[in-house]
């Protein structure tokens, strides 16, 4: 192979490959907003639950991680032209972030069901108590 046409199809793969993963990175951007969709869902989902005294913490983190998550998307759509996204995103760690707002919504929507299931069984239990003391009066 000619040492040109070589060189020629060494820069040819390397921007394909930017191409690519340009794509998929817009792809990874574009999949966070249906998953701030699921946390605001969630959120009211169990609205009345934010009342109980150890849930407001984690809605706090679930609400600055949100603002956080939804301010890199709005950065990153600034970039109208995907040539310009490609150019900005080739030293920037653009893929190591959207790996974050991922994993840490992930692990807060799974605090949040964690205290939602606790604070569920902590009332059943509570209900059967206040019924066991209940009945045991009446006899």
Request: with cysteine; net charge neutral; proline share 2%.
């Amino acid at each position: 192979v000619h040492p040109y046409a070589k060189v020629a199809l060494t820069i040819f793969t390397c921007v394909s490959t930017m191409i690519i993963n340009q794509a998929n990175r817009d792809d990874q951007v574009s999949r966070l907003l249906p998953k701030l969709s699921d946390v605001y869902a969630l959120l009211m989902e169990g609205e009345g639950l934010v009342r109980i005294a150890s849930m407001p913490e984690i809605c706090e983190k679930i609400a600055r991680q949100t603002l956080e998550c939804a301010d890199f998307v709005v950065h990153y759509t600034d970039m109208k032209s995907f040539w310009e996204r490609l150019g900005k995103n080739v030293f920037r760690e653009t893929d190591a972030m959207i790996q974050r707002h991922n994993e840490v919504l992930d692990n807060l929507m799974q605090q949040f069901r964690d205290k939602m299931a606790i604070t569920a069984v902590e009332t059943i239990h509570r209900i059967g108590t206040i019924n066991f003391k209940f009945s045991s009066s009446l006899v």
